[in-house]
C-alpha cells in the first residue's frame, strides 16, 4: 500500500505541474487572425516579462514584452534560433505622465502606462507551420479581436530587418 | 485503500501548489538593507508585471514593476490598503536606442531595456513592522549589494505624494 501511496503521490505531482504549464501556454481565446491562424493564447497576461521598451513618434506608447516558458528560457540561455513552441507577446500602453512625478522628483519626469493603446501582438514558433515567414506566425489583436489581413502581411516584412536575432526585435532585459 | 489513495492526492497536490508559492515569495537572497531589514526577495524576476515605465531626466530608465501573487491579486482587485505581504518590484534598465529601428520604421523612434540601471527596489507590506512609514518597508539594491542608511531614509517621504493610492505610484496596466 506504500507503494500505491507513493505512486499515487508522483501522479498526482505530475497532474498538478502538467496542468499549470497547460494553463499557460496551449489554451486559446476568441476569433483566430487571418493568415497565420492564430488566437490569443489563454492568460498570456500572467506570463514572465522578457523587456520593456518606449515607442516614441506617432505610435508614443509603452511596451512590456512577455514569454512563455519555453520563450523564456530560450531568452535566458540565449537560444537562436527559439525552439518551436515559443510564443512572445507584445503588450502597449499610452504613454502618460505619472500626476505626483513633479512633486516627487521637482520637475515632471516619470511617464508610466495608462490605458492600452495600439493592440497586443503575439509571435508564435512553429518552424514547419510558418516556414516561409522565418517559422513565425504572427497576430494583431485589438480590444480582443483580430486586425485584417492587410495588417498581417506588414509583420513579417518589418521583423526580417533582425534577421539575426531570428527576427525578434527584443532581447531579454536581466 | 482508495480514501487513503485520495487522501494522499490531495496532500501531494497541496504540498506542490504550496511549494510553488513559497519558492516565489518567502525565500531570501544575500545582505539585509538597513533600517527596514529587507533582503532581496529569491525569484522575483519571475514575478508577474504589474507595469511600466519611463524616467526621462537624469535617472533616464525603462522600468518594470512586479508583484509577488499577493501583490497581482490587490493590484487586479483595486485593494487598498494593500495586504500585508504583497511585495512590489522595482527593476530598471538604460533607455537605449533599438539599432534596427530607423530601418523598421523610417525614424528613430524606438527605445529598448539596455543593462540595468538605477539598481533594484522592493517595497513590503507588513503593517505592524512597518507602522511608522505606511506599513512598508523599503529596500534599494545596487548591483545584488544594499544601498546604505542614508538612501534608506529617502524612500518613504518621496513614497509620501502617494499616499491616497497606499504609497504606491503604479497602477495594474490591463
Known amino acids: 500500500m506504500i507503494r500505491i501511496g507513493l505512486a499515487l503521490i508522483v501522479t498526482a505531482a505530475l497532474t498538478v505541474a502538467l496542468a499549470y504549464t497547460a ?20 492568460g498570456y497576461r500572467d506570463w514572465r516579462l522578457i523587456s520593456v521598451a518606449h515607442e516614441e513618434g506617432s505610435l508614443n506608447d509603452l511596451r512590456a514584452i512577455l514569454g512563455n516558458d519555453i520563450a523564456i528560457k530560450a531568452f535566458r540561455e540565449g537560444t537562436y534560433p527559439f525552439p518551436d513552441g515559443t510564443i512572445i507577446a507584445r503588450l502597449a500602453w499610452d ?31 512553429d518552424s ?47
Chains 1, 2 share one sequence.
Open 128 to 174: 514547419k507551420k510558418y516556414a516561409s515567414t522565418g517559422g513565425w506566425g504572427f497576430a494583431h489583436f485589438n480590444d480582443g479581436k483580430p486586425a485584417d489581413e492587410t495588417v498581417h502581411k506588414t509583420c513579417f516584412a518589418c521583423h526580417e530587418v533582425a534577421k539575426a536575432r531570428d527576427f525578434v526585435f527584443n532581447r531579454y532585459a536581466p
Open 95 to 125: 504613454y502618460v505622465p505619472l500626476a505626483e512625478s513633479a512633486q516627487a522628483f521637482g520637475q515632471l519626469q516619470s511617464f508610466v502606462a495608462g490605458p492600452p493603446k495600439n493592440g497586443v501582438q503575439f509571435m508564435v514558433k
Open 23 to 42: 494553463l499557460g501556454s496551449e489554451q486559446t481565446d476568441g476569433d483566430t487572425a487571418p493568415i497565420f491562424g492564430i488566437k490569443i493564447p489563454a
